[in-house]
């Protein structure tokens, strides 16, 4: 298996309506995995981009929330038509998109 130039990962953490922390999911992480998916498979990049879900990564409430290693990169709020930029400018361009970084006071 090749080593991917970049991980990323996506998180699909799930609580319950109503829950203080809020989710990921809830912040509609479901639709961003799906676009991430779209971009890698049009583009062919299955070996150079690893796509993981995880759990909670911290920033609850500025999800969905996406961490991009080996940058240790995190992006927060992050919109479907973001992804496109994630990945251009980012995975492929190697320059982190700093209008959607979370603060540096949360990563
Ligand atoms: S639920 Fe996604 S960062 Fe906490």
């Not at 996506?10 to 995995?33: D, F, K, L």
């Not at 498979?41 to 500025?62: A, D, V």
């Not at 930029?85 to 980012?90: L, P, S, Y």
């Amino acid at each position: 298996m090749p080593r991917p130039d970049k991980h990323v990962f996506v998180c699909t953490q799930n609580r319950p309506q109503g829950h203080p922390r809020g989710s990921c999911i809830n912040a509609g992480c479901a639709e961003i995995m799906n676009e991430f998916m779209s971009e890698i498979q049009n583009r062919n990049l299955f070996e150079k981009i690893g796509l993981t879900t995880t759990g909670c990564m911290g920033p609850c409430n500025m999800g969905p929330s996406v961490l991009v290693y080996p940058e240790s990169v995190m992006y927060g709020n992050v919109k479907k038509e973001d992804v496109k930029t994630i990945v251009e400018q980012h995975l492929l361009g190697g320059e982190p998109v700093a209008h959607l970084q979370m603060p540096a006071e949360v990563w």
